[in-house]
């Protein structure tokens, strides 16, 4: 039986190190990951060529790898009482999936591929287990061995938060969908054009893309007056001379976390409800919006899962003097978004923390937590799936980006081809050293096509 192992980059091209990290640095996932693990990366990673309706994960299997999809498209499907559903697709270049191996739980979905795919495949074995040393601190390695799992779950919990806060986001859209069909019997139009204009302001509110001719200063400052929220950082927003809406969204946030902000979603629906009707007048929005209250799931804020972390981090007694809330807050969301890694920096900084092992610990509960939200948010709006497929696609990069992303997709295809080459050269040196037992019963020509038939060569 083969060596599962064996075609590793470092066994088969251990030639293409440089290449690999140099272009691996170009990924925007990876653009801030430390020299040295984009090196320990390079040593276990390997290339995934999957062929049409070729299964790369199969729900309910346990393993250590996440992937990143190079090119192609996949699909993901889940087990139902009759069989499998499709539920998703994976089409975006440099996508992360598989993440939540890193619970130690099994995959929660299948994903095949929808014709011809190359994939990345980045074994975390290599990490220190983390929850063997949180269970069992006689195992607990030196502290500098957790830098990786640090760096690793941050550049995870980067990847999850994100994808959190689109579906938390694809939520309200659906919510203020749902709340203003049909409700005005007076404006007569279709119905894909009321979702055009409230998904067009709700993303350009939470975007800072709204149109100058629209009052937003005006209607901000009456809503926020109704609901009588007063806070400074809203108040220096609104004083500004152009007032940034993506600040606004993520400062109500904070203050619905804070306690000081009762019902998030209504004042979200108000401000965009307001943005709506002050839009018929705008010559840039020319549609109308119906509207209609019904019934739909609840909702599940950020601020939510902003809570259960600051919550799990202070109830496991790991930081060396108390973190009030707010500073919490004001940490993580510091980027005008979530952002982990700063909040690692801050804790680290500011003396809560002085160890590897324990901000390794932090980031794994924002993984862990960030990974329950979204199975959470889904399992609220499952029924609206199909809505979710339409609204949570990334917005088309701009053409500079796209080509920027086309340039390095064909480098990473380069990449590969050299792997390959570069494979038939070293798969025979690994293979005398790994397999020097059957040797003769085996011959390196063998051996190559064994490896070379993983490549789908």
């Not at 619970?103 to 979905?109: I, N, Q, W, Y």
């Not at 302001?201 to 901000?220: A, G």
């Not at 108040?235 to 902000?261: C, I, M, N, P």
């Not at 509960?365 to 949570?392: D, F, G, P, T, W």
Request: aromatic share 10%.
């Amino acid at each position: 039986m083969s060596d599962p192992k064996a075609n590793y980059l470092k066994f088969i091209a251990p030639d293409v190190e440089y290449a690999f990290v140099e272009l691996l640095k170009e990924v925007p996932l990876f653009s801030k990951t430390p020299v040295f693990l984009l090196q320990k990366i390079f040593q276990y990673s390997k290339f995934l060529p999957l062929q049409n309706q070729e299964r790369l994960i199969n729900e309910g299997m346990y393993d250590q790898e996440i992937f990143i999809l190079l090119k192609g498209k996949l699909e993901v499907y889940i087990k139902t009482a009759t069989g499998e559903d499709q539920v998703d697709i994976i089409d975006r270049p440099f996508s992360l999936f598989g993440e939540r191996c890193i619970l130690g739980e099994p995959r929660g979905a299948s994903i095949q591929a929808n014709g011809a795919a190359l994939l990345l495949g980045i074994d975390l074995s290599f990490l220190p287990d983390l929850i063997d040393a949180l269970e069992c601190p006689e195992n607990k390695l030196n502290d500098s061995e957790y830098r990786a799992n640090r760096d690793m779950y941050s550049l995870f919990a980067t990847v999850l938060l994100d994808r959190l806060d689109k579906l938390i986001k694809d939520q309200y859209k659906l919510n203020q969908k749902l709340i203003r069909i049909h409700a005005s019997q007076n404006l007569k139009v279709s119905w894909w054009k009321q979702e055009v204009l409230l998904t067009r302001i709700f993303n350009e509110f939470c975007d800072n893309q709204l149109s100058l001719e629209l009052n937003t200063k005006e209607i901000l400052t009456d809503v926020l007056r109704t609901f009588q929220l007063h806070s400074k950082r809203l108040e220096a927003l609104l004083e500004a001379s152009s007032t940034d809406t993506s600040q606004v969204y993520f400062e109500l946030v904070r203050l619905h976390s804070l306690g000081k902000l009762e019902d998030l979603s209504k004042v979200i629906y108000s401000i965009v409800r307001h943005l709506t009707t002050d839009a018929h007048n705008s010559r840039r929005y020319m549609e109308y919006l119906q509207t209609d209250p019904i019934e739909f799931p609840p909702l599940v804020p950020l601020s939510y899962y902003l809570d259960i972390l600051y919550q799990d981090i202070c109830d496991s007694k790991i930081l060396i003097k108390e973190l009030s809330k707010e500073l919490f807050l004001n940490a993580i969301l510091a980027d005008n978004r979530p952002n982990p890694t700063i909040l690692a920096n801050f804790l680290e900084d500011g003396g809560w923390v002085k160890d590897e092992f324990t901000l390794a610990h932090i980031m794994y509960l924002a993984c862990k937590h960030c990974i329950y939200q979204v199975a959470e948010v889904n399992k609220a709006i499952k029924q609206y799936i199909s809505y979710i497929n339409a609204y949570s696609t990334p917005k088309q990069l701009e053409s500079e980006f796209l080509a920027h992303h086309q340039q390095l997709q064909r480098n990473f295809d380069e990449l590969y081809c050299n792997c390959t080459i570069s494979g038939r050269n070293q798969a025979s040196e690994h293979s005398k050293n790994t397999e020097s037992d059957d040797e003769n019963s085996s011959s390196p020509d063998h051996d190559i096509d064994d490896l070379l038939s993983q490549f789908g060569m």
